[in-house]
């Protein structure tokens, strides 16, 4: 059975102030791992897939890498609107090839 | 461009009833995936339908069915309405099905059992 673990569940940070957010998986065949942001009363909204141990992906402050077990999102210098509930999702092979969330970890920047 | 859209937005239930919700994907998109998410938990995968079949279905109970139509927009249903159903119901739409280039979703529709 696929299983995503994040941590931690929630932080906080000061504006400016670097983090990482930790994403652990276990999956039969790994096809792609998704981060996605959510905002309250929203739906997830897609921010990165990686593919491979060793990739890494950038998008304005945040940056995803993918090891064989975990995935990181490092938030470089934070603002006030990075806050949000940030999702990891694992899709391994099979027929429907669906997403296995984990619970989020909720991401509070204080200015 | 219209991203996924989901009606209604917002539903109240009593125990015991029955409910409908409704999704259409982004235009081009034909597999369409419902997901429940109760609060505090990140969502589970209920049903995927790509090309108007049945592709996936998730650990729910047969009170819960789908389907999708020809225009490729799709409809959940459930039946008989406990409390523990109130949650989140998240529709994702994909160019195909299992795409690996992600799943947009929509805003959801807000489910209250009472």
């Known amino acids: 059975e696929d299983q995503v673990t994040q941590s931690p569940e929630a932080l906080r940070l000061q504006e400016g102030e670097s983090s990482s957010l930790n994403c652990s998986y276990t999956v039969s065949g790994l096809r792609g791992l998704f981060w996605y942001r959510q905002d309250p009363g929203k739906g997830p909204e897609f921010l990165f897939t990686l593919y491979s141990a060793g990739e890494e992906k950038e998008k304005e402050r945040l940056k995803a890498t993918l090891t064989k077990k975990e995935s990181f999102l490092h938030i470089t210098a934070p603002k006030p609107e990075d806050s949000a509930t940030y999702l990891c999702a694992v899709q391994a092979g099979g027929s429907a090839r669906q997403l296995t969330f984990g619970s989020g970890t909720q991401l509070t920047v204080l200015p | ?114």
């Open chain 2, 1 to 114: 461009d219209a991203g996924v859209t989901q009606s209604p937005t917002h539903l109240i239930k009593t125990r015991g009833q029955h409910v409908t919700l409704r999704c259409s994907p982004i235009s081009g998109h034909k597999s369409v995936s419902w997901y429940q998410q109760v609060l505090g938990q990140g969502p589970q995968f209920i049903f995927q339908y790509y090309e108007k079949e049945e592709r996936g279905r998730g650990n729910f109970p047969d009170r819960f069915s789908a389907r999708q139509f020809p225009n490729y927009s799709s409809e959940l249903n459930v039946n008989a309405l406990l409390l523990g159903d109130s949650a989140l119901y998240l529709c994702a739409s994909s160019l195909a099905q299992g795409s690996i280039y992600g799943y947009t979703f929509g805003s959801g529709t807000r489910l209250t059992v009472v």
